[in-house]
């Protein structure tokens, strides 16, 4: 783990110092000056550690809070530079917060690797640490998760909807048992080929229920019943509910093609970290 943090340090380092190119956008983009710092606390007797990305300024203390859970063998070093976030300039005005996975896992309750073969509590450990990030939460924190991350953030929109202000999913279902039963405002983002995650009904995929069912039964929770707003982009289909109950949102993002990998920015076609800014945008 000191290994991995040391790592982590050093990509945040040359983020701070606004010199790094992010690899996953097809062009330089100038990274936003931030502070990094590590920090850990206990939980079920284990030391769980994060690192935290603070943008530089008298607002530092007011922005939001994106909290980015890793995919299945990925350290959190390895998510902060494929995800993009640290190269998109609008998320400047975010805070964030890539906790450390256990064995390149998360526990996601029956998913994944090593975290759930030893039950490691996950869900506790982000209980935890979203008050450290903001005490008496007086700003808005958001969960994003890509893959077995993904499984787990639906894992705690389904045990304590409310310890975040909204979710954002890549490529990833929830795990059988887990059911989203009280509105939350969420982003799902999915691949029409997507051999893990299946489409619609008939698809091949691994996990279930395939992606147009499950927003189907999130509309049902959040009591979406008015017309979605439909917008199309290069390979880029969104379809946003706004008019839902408790004043939440469901979005859905479909890809034409890109399969299990991690959408990425082009010319034509917005990738995750536009569309999970634009996501979290009017919420605060």
């Known amino acids: 783990m000191r290994r991995q943090l040391l790592t982590l340090l050093a990509l945040a380092a040359v983020a701070v110092t606004g010199c790094a190119n992010v690899a996953s956008h097809p062009r330089p983009v100038a990274a936003v000056p931030r502070t990094a710092t590590t920090r850990s606390i206990k939980v079920d007797g284990r030391t769980r550690s994060w690192l935290q990305l603070t943008p530089a300024g008298p607002r530092a203390g007011s922005v939001p809070v994106i909290v980015v859970l890793s995919g299945i063998k990925a350290t959190a070093a390895q998510e902060m530079d494929r995800d993009g976030l640290l190269g998109l300039p609008a998320a400047g005005h975010a805070e964030l917060v890539y906790p450390v996975s256990y064995d390149k896992s998360w526990n996601a309750g029956g998913c994944c690797g090593q975290a759930a073969k030893r039950h490691i509590n996950d869900v506790g450990f982000l209980q ?56 939350v ?100």
């Open 128 to 183: 935890a640490l979203v008050p450290k990030l903001d005490p008496g939460h007086r700003r808005p924190i958001y969960l994003a998760g890509y893959s077995n991350g993904g499984r787990l953030a639906y894992r705690v929109a389904c045990t304590d909807p409310s310890l975040v202000d909204g979710y954002a999913v890549v490529k990833a279902m929830p795990e059988p048992g887990c059911v989203v039963a009280k509105p």
């Open 185 to 284: 405002s969420i982003l799902q983002i999915d691949s029409t080929n997507d051999k893990a995650v299946p489409y619609q009904p008939g698809d091949r995929g691994k996990e279930h229920p395939p992606a147009t069912v499950e927003v189907a039964d999130l509309r049902g929770a959040d009591g979406c019943a008015s017309p979605p707003a439909v917008m199309s982009r290069g390979s880029l289909r969104l379809t946003t509910w706004t008019r839902c109950h408790s004043s939440t949102q469901v979005t859905f993002a479909v890809y034409t093609g890109g399969k299990h990998s991690w959408p990425l920015n082009t010319a034509s076609t917005p990738g995750a970290p536009t569309l999970i800014w634009s996501f979290i945008t009017p919420h605060h």
